[in-house]
């Protein structure tokens, strides 16, 4: 069993629940042991645009904002993907701690170490 996991997430506001959804795996999987990857990307981008998520708040689960500050604060990494976050013209200066913009090579380099994968 692979000790890596990469969560590819292509919602935000768009799809709140799949958003949170995503979050709420990472969670489970980095708080299990796991070395995890959020990659962000399409329109899940805008998640790592500072404000984006606070009012964020799918019913029956926490909310997103937090979700996402408990998963970086347990050591899970967020990567965005450059092309998606350049095509939204977002500002790279703007990031909320912890996202680094990445390209498509980062992603599969992580993947070809054996880490399984989920899509939000």
Not at 1 to 25: E, I, Q
Not at 55 to 76: N, R, S, T, Y
Request: charged letters at 20%.
């Amino acid at each position: 069993m692979t000790n890596k996991f990469l969560v590819s997430l292509t919602n935000g506001k768009n799809d709140t629940d799949r958003a949170t959804v995503g979050f709420v795996v990472a969670n489970a999987a980095v708080a299990s042991g796991k070395e995890v990857v959020v990659f962000l990307n399409i329109d899940g981008v805008y998640l790592a645009d500072k404000g984006y998520a606070d009012d964020v708040h799918e019913e029956g689960f926490a909310p997103l904002k937090g979700l996402m500050d408990q998963f970086v604060e347990a050591g899970g990494i967020i990567w965005v993907c450059s092309p998606c976050h350049k095509k939204r013209e977002l500002d790279e200066n703007n990031l909320i701690e912890g996202a680094t913009i990445v390209g498509g090579a980062k992603v599969v380099e992580f993947l070809s170490l054996g880490a399984a994968s989920i899509t939000y």
